[in-house]
């Protein structure tokens, strides 16, 4: 599982957490040499009872539909002859492209530093408060995030805060420090020709979701809205006959039995979370396919993790 690829130093925001080009080309010259990689359709035949994987089967997958992806990753693959599959927001790679929520954290945090972000959350949230109260009452529950560091300024936006007023404060917080997030999104995500580029390529593509919202925050409905129009899109965009699924952030807790009963209704064919072990074919269900992070592996790391590791969510 990939997430960012790209030079952070050459770009205007060094401190976003990237894999850099040397250390994808090495990871892949040590993953060519361990394992078989794989394309999609062969996971899916196997899941499906078909013809088994080869014992050190591996498959390339990559989240968020960064332009990185057709910049640094693109190329590189196809040097290689392998594929990937690459899972696309609508909201991100659609025709009126939105800076997804998650990102908007990201940037921030680039731009700012943990601290400065961590106040600018805080008084956003309070002036808010303020504002719907129409009073200078004290605002219940903001103190103890004060001097809170980056996770859990993360967790305030990602699981305490109202959705959409999370939202609203990273609208607010992105347009006054990054400006207009309509061009910054044209620049951060894959394009529709871009898309037809990778295809032709060789590249697969899935869904991830409309606006990268945690589908466990959702009502059902809610859920239904931000994954039903998925299958259609992509094929529509790819030409691609089945179209797959990664949950945003991806942790065990960030989906709920709705979304696998949706997802079914919806037509995808197999999802992944972001568990980080090896899929075990026949046990695991189809929408809830673990992954390793890139993370995990040399050159990070001594060789692929014995033990299955902690579930963590997409950062
Ligand atoms: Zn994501």
Redesign the pocket.
């Known amino acids: 599982m990939y ?1 960012y690829v790209r030079d952070t130093a050459a770009t205007a925001f060094p401190a976003i957490r990237a894999l850099p080009p040397d250390m994808f080309a090495h990871q892949l010259d040590w993953l060519q040499r361990e394992y078989e990689l794989i394309g999609l359709d062969a996971l899916e035949a196997a899941l499906e009872g078909g013809r088994p994987l080869p014992p050190n089967a591996a498959l390339l997958t990559f ?2 539909g960064f332009v990185d992806h057709y910049e640094v990753v693109l190329p590189v693959l196809a040097t290689r002859g392998l594929g990937g599959v690459f ?1 696309l ?1 609508h909201d991100a790679s659609g025709d009126t492209p939105r800076v ?1 929520g ?1 990102h908007k954290t990201h940037f921030l945090l680039a731009a700012l530093g943990s601290d400065a972000f961590g106040d600018a959350v805080l008084g956003e949230c309070r002036a808010a408060a303020r504002a719907a109260r129409s009073s200078d009452a004290t605002v219940f529950g903001l103190d103890r995030w004060e001097h809170a560091d980056e996770r859990a300024i993360k967790d305030l936006l990602n699981y305490e805060l109202p959705i959409d007023e999370a939202e609203q404060v990273l609208d607010v917080l992105f347009e006054r420090h990054l400006g207009s997030q309509d061009e910054f999104a044209r620049g951060l995500y894959l394009r529709a020709p871009m898309i037809a580029e990778m295809r032709r390529a060789g590249m697969v593509f899935g869904y ?1 979701t409309r606006s ?1 919202k945690m589908l466990s925050r959702l009502s059902p409905a809610d859920q239904a809205a931000e994954l039903r129009d998925g299958v259609a899109w992509v094929r529509a965009l790819t030409g691609q006959a089945r179209v797959s699924f ?1 949950y ?3 942790g065990p807790g960030t989906y709920t039995s709705a979304s696998l009963d949706i997802l079914a209704s919806a037509g995808y064919s197999v999802a992944f979370n972001t568990v980080r072990r090896r899929i075990a074919v026949g046990a695991d269900h189809r929408y809830e396919l673990p992954r390793v992070d890139t993370r995990d592996l040399p050159p990070y790391t001594a060789g692929e993790p014995a033990a299955p590791a902690m579930a963590s969510d ?1 950062a």
Do not use: N
Request: charged share 20%.
């Open positions: 997430h989240d968020d899972f927001a997804l998650v991830h990268h990664c945003p952030w991806g997409e």
